[in-house]
């Protein structure tokens, strides 16, 4: 663990970075969302003078969207929570930013810096993933309670995107309330805050910037958590430094489907990612995935008995046959279905894209550049991504499926189909939790290194702008 180093360092070096992340206090639980605003509400009566605050939209439910400004300096950082409403690490990060910059006249003074935040751009969302917000560590309460968006509902992914075939312009209120905030802030760093469930840290950046590579892998290092050493979320990524990779553009991704053979554009596929909408100002933007539980084999490099492409196929394989057991279930209770909520939405569209990611899989498996050993923490990725789209996709069908009949609305086929379903969820559930040897991160340790991250990169833009100007 990093030692605190004096508190006569000079902000924004290395070491005031690692001092800083290694000082978060305790935390046990997250906010919800409206202890969130109450929080921030109560940071600014703290500090009127530091901090203010606008409304940039609205929810399609009707909850106001804030962004608060905080400081007035020659930058513009622009930080926003809950654009993934499952991934509320952002939330505790964004409460101790704000906190720190009111409080700390010498990092306020040397970021100098206007900071725009956004604690939560999804509270509709987020809602739905409250019920386990007080005990987060409890693995088997966080997939029974689970809820993300289907794509085409995600703040992050819908932004206006017209390339080939695919075409989409749904954006949001949320998306709306957000390219809005973008384009008001004109910010040189943009931090969309994000986290992963399991594994260890990992880093997206909007273009290399190499001087930023050894902070960004210290500072989780210096907290206790691995870096993630296995599988990347997509093989499209460009990998600029172990567990460092580039955002790249949603044409990547589908180009690099197209070349497999697949649909690069399925149904219920969604827009471009605010990230992108955020390139027009010159924009460094900085995304740092921190999970929940830590996994000792996330960052194992050294060679397993396996071999690569058996386990992609074995992988792609389990990803068909679970996807298509759920998408089985869906069909035959889709004629007799009376509630269109959230939860069923996402079920509908995540079901098949279960499937479609393990017929990726399975191609890649025939790829002469996959026969080789696979490494350990290549082989626990992918075990992990099983369990996450079985348990993910299965939980929110169960969910969606128990509210008719709680509601009193489901016709027989229902009520048999949302008793399948659980029977369905709670094994795959019995079934990861045998398998899986992941431990809870402190809370105060991933909040660190995302809030260090976000020190990291505006000395980086800093330094940059500093270069350009001279």
């Given at each position: 663990m990093y030692e605190p180093a004096?508190?006569?360092?000079?902000?924004?070096?290395?070491?005031?970075?690692?001092?800083?992340?290694?000082?978060?206090?305790?935390?046990?639980?997250?906010?919800?969302?409206?202890?969130?605003?109450?929080?921030?509400?109560?940071?600014?009566?703290?500090?009127?003078?530091?901090?203010?605050?606008?409304?940039?939209?609205?929810?399609?439910?009707?909850?106001?969207i804030p962004l608060y400004h905080v400081g007035s300096?020659?930058?513009?950082?622009?930080?926003?929570?809950?654009?993934?409403?499952?991934?509320?690490?952002?939330?505790?990060?964004?409460?101790?930013?704000?906190?720190?910059?009111?409080?700390?006249?010498?990092?306020?003074?040397?970021?100098?810096?206007?900071?725009?935040?956004?604690?939560?751009?999804?509270?509709?969302?987020?809602?739905?993933?409250?019920?386990?917000?007080?005990?987060?560590?409890?693995?088997?309460?966080?997939?029974?309670?689970?809820?993300?968006?289907?794509?085409?509902?995600q703040v992050e992914w819908t932004f206006p995107f017209s390339y080939k075939s695919a075409y989409f312009d749904a954006m949001m209120p949320e998306t709306q309330a957000l390219a809005r905030a973008i384009d008001l802030a004109a910010p040189d760093l943009y931090v969309p805050l994000h986290n992963s469930e399991g594994g260890g840290a990992y880093f997206y950046l909007s273009g290399p910037a190499p001087e930023l590579y050894d902070l960004l892998h210290a500072l989780p290092a210096s907290l206790g958590i691995p870096l993630h050493a296995g599988e990347p979320e997509g093989a499209h990524f460009t990998v600029l430094a172990p567990a460092i990779y580039e955002m790249g553009t949603l044409q990547d991704v589908y180009d690099w489907s197209e070349s497999l053979g697949l649909d690069p554009y399925p149904p219920g596929s969604s827009g471009d990612a605010s990230t992108s909408y955020a390139r027009k100002h010159g924009t460094l933007s900085l995304i740092a995935e921190?999970?929940?539980?830590?996994?000792?084999?996330?960052?194992?490099?050294?060679?397993?008995?396996?071999?690569?492409?058996?386990?992609?196929?074995?992988?792609?394989?389990?990803?068909?046959?679970?996807?298509?057991?759920?998408?089985?279930?869906?069909?035959?209770?889709?004629?007799?279905?009376?509630?269109?909520?959230?939860?069923?939405?996402?079920?509908?569209?995540?079901?098949?894209?279960?499937?479609?990611?393990?017929?990726?899989?399975?191609?890649?498996?025939a790829a002469p550049a996959s026969v080789r050993p696979a490494t350990v923490a290549e082989v626990s990725a992918l075990d992990d991504l099983v369990h996450l789209h079985r348990l993910r996709w299965g939980g929110m069908l169960a969910r969606a499926l128990s509210a008719e009949v709680a509601a009193g609305t489901a016709a027989p086929e229902v009520r048999r189909a949302a008793a399948t379903a659980q029977e369905l969820f709670d094994g795959w559930l019995q079934e990861a939790l045998a398998a899986q040897s992941t431990e809870p991160l402190p809370l105060s340790a991933v909040v660190g290194a995302q809030y260090g991250s976000i020190l990291a990169a505006h000395a980086h833009v800093a330094r940059e702008r500093s270069c350009a100007s001279s």
């Open positions: 004096s508190a006569a360092e000079t902000p924004g070096t290395a070491e005031d970075i690692l001092r800083r992340a290694g000082s978060v206090p305790a935390h046990t639980s997250f906010p919800t969302v409206d202890e969130l605003g109450s929080a921030m509400e109560r940071l600014r009566a703290q500090r009127p003078d530091l901090i203010t605050v606008e409304r940039v939209g609205t929810s399609r439910l009707g909850e106001p300096g020659a930058r513009s950082a622009l930080v926003v929570g809950g654009v993934h409403p499952n991934e509320p690490i952002g939330s505790l990060t964004a409460l101790h930013l704000v906190e720190q910059l009111i409080t700390d006249d010498a990092l306020r003074a040397g970021l100098d810096t206007t900071w725009h935040i956004i604690p939560c751009a999804d509270p509709d969302g987020m809602r739905l993933n409250e019920a386990w917000f007080a005990d987060p560590s409890d693995r088997e309460t966080y997939a029974r309670e689970f809820f993300r968006p289907a794509p085409a509902e921190l999970p929940q539980f830590s996994d000792p084999a996330a960052g194992d490099t050294s060679t397993s008995d396996r071999d690569y492409a058996t386990e992609l196929r074995r992988n792609g394989e389990l990803l068909v046959q679970s996807g298509q057991r759920l998408v089985a279930l869906i069909a035959r209770t889709e004629p007799h279905l009376r509630l269109d909520t959230p939860l069923l939405r996402a079920a509908r569209v995540f079901a098949p894209l279960a499937v479609s990611a393990g017929e990726a899989n399975i191609a890649r498996a």
